[in-house]
């Protein structure tokens, strides 16, 4: 077999691949989208619709459901309780995340199994599930007092965040070399005003990232919001579930309704900022 066949040879098996790879993108696009477009002909159907034909298409396409949700959501306060807790958990856990990631990454150790000790110790809440915290999290909450106020729900929401918010961050500070911290040392500057003006500026790429990556977080968040919020007023926007579900019924269709009102904020939300969630990823990508 000459060079020119191989060649030829080479590149029908590449195409070969590329048509494969293509269906099965195109198989797990589509797996993705059918369950979100049979919630939408859900929520024109009537409860008995959805019992009996849930996967035929609707007698009639009505906005009664929309209606109904509209008038049980309490969606300003609902929205301006997840807003409240978002911010103050995403402050707190940027700043813990930020001096905990610089440190781990800049400081010098004694012993290098020191410091990827600490890294893995932070990371590992990854593996750890929320529901195994739940009972924990509420007695401390009831130890303190902090049930019926935001501090209850900030507090878990920041904690749990950390994990993530580190392996993006210290992947991202590996990621350029500290010449230029070097330089701003050797021209006087402090510990405090290196991390401001110098370091924080080159991370807003990663940072925008995780933020947008938390707010999504704590909007779809549910297990910790039902367990720790008790008082109608301080629902959050993720509580919806609970909000058609009575002693001995649930309203099927006004929950599928209630469902797509608070879904279709979140898709603008993360179009509108898919490109800073992409160029945060690939700029940590460079060096793990």
């Not at 306060?77 to 930020?98: K, P």
């Not at 012993?111 to 600490?118: C, P, T, V, Y």
């Not at 106020?149 to 350029?176: H, Q």
């Given at each position: 077999m000459g060079h020119s066949d191989k060649k030829s040879h080479y590149t029908t098996a590449a195409r070969r691949m590329d048509r494969i790879l293509n269906c099965i993108v195109v198989v797990i696009t589509v797996m993705m989208i059918i369950p979100f477009l049979w919630i939408i002909l859900m929520s024109f159907k009537t409860d008995s619709e959805i019992l009996t034909t849930p996967f035929s298409l609707p007698e009639q396409f009505s906005l009664d459901?929309?209606?109904?949700?509209?008038?049980?959501?309490?969606?300003?306060?609902?929205?301006?309780?997840?807003?409240?807790?978002?911010?103050?958990?995403?402050?707190?856990?940027?700043?813990?995340?930020?001096?905990?990631?610089?440190?781990?990454?800049?400081?010098?150790?004694?012993?290098?199994?020191?410091?990827?000790?600490?890294?893995?110790?932070?990371?590992?809440?990854?593996?750890?599930?929320?529901?195994?915290?739940?009972?924990?999290?509420?007695?401390?909450?009831?130890?303190?007092?902090?049930?019926?106020?935001?501090?209850?729900?900030?507090?878990?929401?920041?904690?749990?965040?950390?994990?993530?918010?580190?392996?993006?961050?210290?992947?991202?500070?590996?990621?350029?070399?500290?010449?230029?911290?070097?330089?701003?040392?050797?021209?006087?500057?402090?510990?405090?005003?290196?991390?401001?003006?110098?370091?924080?500026?080159l991370m807003k790429p990663i940072m925008a990232t995780v933020v947008i990556f938390n707010v999504l977080y704590v909007w779809n968040e549910y297990p910790l919001s039902v367990t720790l919020i008790q008082d109608p007023a301080m629902r959050t926007i993720s509580m919806v579930v609970s909000m058609f579900r009575g002693a001995y019924s649930i309203d099927y269709s006004g929950l599928v309704a209630g469902t797509i009102i608070i879904l279709i904020p979140q898709l603008i939300f993360y179009g509108i900022f898919q490109k800073y969630i992409v160029g945060g990823q690939t700029a940590g990508a460079v060096k793990g």
């Open positions: 459901n929309y209606k109904r949700a509209l008038d049980i959501l309490p969606l300003g306060s609902m929205y301006l309780n997840t807003m409240i807790i978002a911010f103050f958990s995403e402050a707190i856990c940027l700043a813990a995340t930020f001096m905990s990631s610089y440190g781990l990454t800049r400081l010098k150790y004694r012993s290098s199994k020191l410091q990827n000790g600490l890294y893995l110790y932070i990371i590992s809440g990854l593996m750890i599930p929320t529901y195994i915290l739940l009972f924990p999290i509420y007695r401390i909450n009831v130890i303190l007092k902090l049930t019926g106020t935001y501090t209850a729900l900030i507090l878990p929401l920041a904690a749990s965040s950390i994990s993530f918010n580190t392996l993006m961050f210290v992947g991202f500070l590996k990621s350029f070399p500290s010449e230029l911290e070097e330089a701003a040392v050797i021209d006087g500057c402090g510990l405090i005003r290196l991390c401001w003006s110098v370091v924080m500026p």
